[in-house]
């Protein structure tokens, strides 16, 4: 593969835990997508009747039922015959009942537990927005540890969040995510899993989190950047103060914020935790724009601390540090990349 290099700093693009990334910058390009090892679904044979079916990575719930025969994948609901012709209007609803009351559960039969705690991890990864290869490594470990620890497992939703959680913690800066956040998550899903269950449970299976260095603002920025941009009443403010749709002032402001996070040495942030200085970093880089385009800013420290669920006087105290360092034409450098002018 030819060699990719950073729109913004110009430096060699580097391959970190499944993603592009630039080493210098932060700056990230996307996911690197590699051919599989594994073949999906049904090859067929346009001379042979028959047909070659394969399972899933890990046989998850794509295991052929007790008839003998599997009706299609997990997931499929669209059926064809064996000459690869769509069923009726009339079958597919029948079929449809069919693999709803028989073929459904009897993939699953036997490995309830197992199938309602992965549903349940897969809803948190939806909501938290976290990555599929950190799902697959959160479900990997999960019937990791219940294979090894199969008796001493009193809860098997607390054990799926220690998987995500180690999951994340492995992925480092791919999958910036707090263990407050998986806890929360898991709360408003109706599910009594606490930090106090979790550190709990780890303790009695002997399950250590990966050592890691100390996290940094600057991987907070991308997560704290959508979430706030990604937000209804912010957005709306954004488009109608910058005329400018969201998702391109999401870029801008994550910009903004490296550049604003770069003139801050780590020993004058202090004991400051990462993730509200970052999020404060973010109101600090929108009232600076706000400035350049002689405008009122669209973020106040009560939408900020909503959006990204920190306190509103934490996004003030930390903003006026921030504000004490000088952060003059940081604007000149983004607008010439993005061909734009803030003056």
């Known amino acids: 593969m030819a060699e990719l290099y950073c729109d913004e700093c110009n430096s060699r693009i580097i391959e970190e835990t ?124 999960f019937k990791k540890y219940k294979r090894e620890f199969r008796k001493e497992i009193n809860n098997h939703v607390v054990l799926s969040a220690i998987s995500l959680l180690l999951a994340v913690r492995e992925s480092k800066n791919t999958c910036p995510v707090q263990f407050k956040e998986i806890v929360q998550t898991y709360s408003e899903l109706g599910h009594r899993v606490s930090g106090k269950k979790i550190i709990s449970l780890m303790q009695t299976l002997n399950i250590k989190l990966p050592s890691s260095k100390i996290r940094r603002s600057e991987e907070y920025i991308s997560r704290v950047s959508y979430l706030i941009c990604s937000h209804p009443e912010i957005k709306e403010r954004i488009e109608a103060k910058y005329k400018i749709e969201s998702f391109v002032y999401e870029k801008i402001l994550q910009l903004a914020c490296f550049k604003i996070l770069a003139k801050i040495p780590n020993k004058d942030r202090g004991s400051r935790r990462p993730y509200p200085f970052a999020a404060a970093t973010a109101y600090t880089a929108d009232k600076l724009f706000a400035r350049e385009m002689n405008t009122s800013s669209a973020f106040t420290q009560k939408l900020v601390g909503r959006a990204t669920n920190v306190a509103e006087f934490t996004v003030r105290e930390h903003s006026e540090l921030i504000f004490k360092y000088n952060h003059e034409n940081i604007f000149e450098e983004i607008s010439r990349k993005l061909n734009s002018n803030f003056s």
Do not use: W
């Open 18 to 141: 499944g993603r592009y990334v630039c080493p210098n910058c932060g700056l990230e390009l996307g996911a690197v997508y590699e051919s599989s090892n594994y073949q999906l679904g049904i090859i067929e044979e346009p001379l042979k009747r028959r047909k070659t079916q394969y399972t899933a990575i890990d046989n998850q719930l794509a295991t052929v039922s007790s008839l003998g025969s599997s009706i299609g994948t997990i997931k499929e609901y669209y059926f064809k015959d064996t000459y690869g012709t769509s069923l009726s209007p009339l079958k597919q609803e029948q079929f449809r009942k069919f693999k709803n009351l028989y073929h459904v559960a009897s993939a699953v039969k036997g490995k309830e537990t197992m199938h309602r705690s992965l549903t349940i991890m897969n809803k948190v990864c939806k909501i938290l927005d976290i990555p599929e290869q950190v799902n697959n490594r959160a479900i990997f470990l």
